[in-house]
C-alpha cells in the first residue's frame, strides 16, 4: 500500500489503533495521533517517528487521512472538524482492509481468546522465518511491537466482533476459538450476533483452512461443514490427546491427519490456553512447518500482556494479571489458576467491564468465582457508558447469594487502600478485568 497522505489517528493510545500505528511507521508512512491520556504505548510511537497531541484539539489539514475506531464518539472535535473540512474518515477496520492488501490474510474470531491465539500464531510464524504482518489487540510480554509490517506473504489479525467490524474485509483462513453472548450493545440480540459470524464464515476466500472448536457449544450454531474442527471431543479432526500441569506450563498431546504429536510444551497455565494453541500448531503444520521446530518455538513464547500474566511474588504471595470480563472468560481462568496451584488461598480482586455486560453475570445460576476462596469486587468500570447506581453492589449480593464467604466491595482505589486487606504467604493473587484495574499492581501489592 503506497502512503502519499499522511496519517491522523483519534485514539492513537488504544491497542489497536496503536498496532496499525506501528504498521503504518516501519512502512514509512507520516503517522499523526491524538489522545486524550499520555501513556506507554504514545510515548513508545512517539519515540517511532509518530507525531502525538494529548488532548482533543488538533488542526487537520485537509490532505490527510483521519481514522478512527468505534470508540471514538461522533461529536470528538476532531471529527467535527473533519466534517466541516470534508476530510474523508476511515474506520480503524477500513485502514486494517487496506493495509492487508496483496497478503494472505488469517483472522482470529471469537468471544475469547482472539488475542492470546493471534498473538501466538504471529509470534510462531516470525520464529520460524515467516516474516508475517500482523495486528494483535495485546502487548507481548517480551517488549515486541504488536503491530508489524512483515516481508512474509502472511498477515495475521485479530478480527473483531464487538462492533460487526470484522465482517469488513476478506480472509482467506480463519480461527474461530468459540462464540458466545456478548456485545449486545452492538448486535441486539444473541441471533444477530450468531447471524454475523456466520455471514464472517460465508467471507473466507477458501485458499486456506478455517479451524473451529468444535468443543464450544457456541460454535455449533454455525455451518462450518467445510472447517477444521478442533477440541478435545472424539470427533475432532485436531484433537487434544492429553495434558498434564507442569511447572510454569502444561505439557500437552494431539493428533491430526493420522498422525499424533507428542509432549509438546506450551509455557501457560489452563486447558483454555492449549485449545488457543492447537489451531495455530495446525495450520502451522498446514504451512508445511516441521513438527519439532514448531514444537522448539512453541516453548519460547512470552505470553500476552494482561492474559493469566505472571507480576511478581513478593513475601511468598503471587501476584497475577487478567483482562478477563465474561463471565465464562473469568470462570475459565480462575479454574486453571485453580487447578495450577491446588491448596494454595486464591483471591481474585475483580473489576467489573460495562454496565451492559452486568446481567450476563447476574443470570448466571452458578458463581464464575466458585473456584477461589475471596473476592475483592470494585465497583463497574463504565467504558464510557452512562452509570448505573448500585450496579456494582447487585453484584456483591450476588457473590453472597453463591455462597461467597469471604469478600470485600470497594467502590474505588481509596477503599481498598484503606480497607483491613492482608494477603498470606503461598497466596495467589489475581488482578482481574479490562478496565483500569491494572493500574492498581503498587497499591495491590503494597497489602502484602
Known sequence: MKHTKPYVLVGIGGIGMSALAHILLQEKAQVIGIDSVRSSITDELSAGGACVYIGEELDLDKQSHLVVSSAIAQDHP??????????????RSELLRRLMEGKKVVAVAGTHGKTSTSGLLAFLLGELGADPSYAVGGLFNDERVHGKSGKGNLFVIEADESDGSFLNYTADGAIITNLESDHLDYWGTEQK????????VSTMSGKMPVFYCSSDPGLKQLSMKDGVSYGSDESADLKLLDIKNWENGQLFSFSYKGRVYKDFFLPLIGKYQVLNALPCLGLLLELGFSCSLIGEKLKSFPGIKKRLQFLKVKNGVTFFSDYAHHPTATKKTLQAVAEHYPGRKITCIFQPHRFSRMPLFLRCVKSPFSTINRCILFDVFSAGESYVKNEGKRLFHALEKWGHQ???FCKELVDFVQADIQFEPEEIVILMGAGNVHNWIEEVVAKA
Open 406 to 408: 469471604e469478600r470485600v
Open 193 to 200: 450476533l450468531i447471524q454475523g459470524f456466520e455471514q464472517f
Open 78 to 91: 476532531v471529527i467535527q472538524q473533519a466534517n466541516k473540512k470534508q476530510i474523508p474518515i476511515w474506520h
